[in-house]
Every structure is written in C-alpha cells, then in structure tokens.
C-alpha cells in the first residue's frame, strides 16, 4: 500500500530541460512499461536551464529502476540519480560508500513505520564484531 510505504526522495539531473508544467505532470502517473505505473508523490523543480534539469522526486513504492524507466517515458535521459533520504534517514554531507549509525529517533520512526505496514519489525543490524550470514535458508 504506497500510503503505508516509506518515502525515498531522489535528486534527478536529466537532459533535456523540463519546463514546471512537466514537473507538475509527474505526479498524475506515467506508464513506465511491464504493466506499471509511476507515480511520484512530489516532484519539484530544483533547476533548470533548456539542457538539463535538476528534479526533487519522491516515490513510495521502489520498482526496478523505477527512476530512470519513469524519465524514460517523459522522454528524457538521466544524467545523474542520487537517492538523498530513505523514510527519517537523510544523506547529508555522507561520502558515497561510507557509513554512519542511526540515531535513536530515526530507529524509532522506522520501527513506526514499518509496524504501520504490518511488516515485522524484529530486525537488528549485526552487532560490531559479528559477521551476518551470508546465506538465506528460507
């Protein structure tokens, strides 16, 4: 259920530029193929010039390259994507591929989140020192 689904806000550069009104139709739904249906719960310009544009967009659902197969659509080539926050948990000034621990109250907003869903919310990240399986046995 996208109501009940955790927020993943995108920073999107894609070529050519898109006008406000291209932004603003974003949001109504684009057929991004495979039977399926794109649609962002916010989309803002951020900047734009007639070669490229920098878009805001937030998506609910999390399909396969979701992002791209949605500019796709609108005709237009993503130049660059960068997923700059996942539900309470921002990017920030984070260095790709680095780390860093989440804090107590963005563990709890998760687990709220994730219990509004249904889902089980009984997963713990390993503890230091310990290596997680790296087998599913279902």
């Known amino acids: 259920d996208p109501a009940n689904a955790v927020p993943r806000v995108y920073e999107v550069t894609v070529r050519p530029g898109m006008t406000p ?77 680095a780390w860093r621990e989440a804090s107590a109250s963005e563990g709890a907003a998760m687990r709220a989140k994730v219990s509004n869903t249904g889902m089980s919310s009984t997963f713990e990240p390993p503890r230091p020192g310990v290596t997680p399986p790296t087998t599913f046995v279902p």
């Open 21 to 97: 009104g291209e932004i603003a139709a974003l949001t109504e739904g684009t057929d991004i193929g495979r039977d399926e249906t794109s649609r962002p719960t916010s989309a803002r310009l951020l900047a734009t010039s007639p070669d490229a544009s920098v878009v805001e967009l937030t998506l609910t659902e999390g399909r396969n390259r979701e992002v791209r197969r949605l500019f796709r659509a609108r005709t237009r080539r993503v130049l660059k994507l960068v997923r700059t926050s996942f539900g309470p948990f921002r990017l920030g000034d984070l260095a790709p591929g």
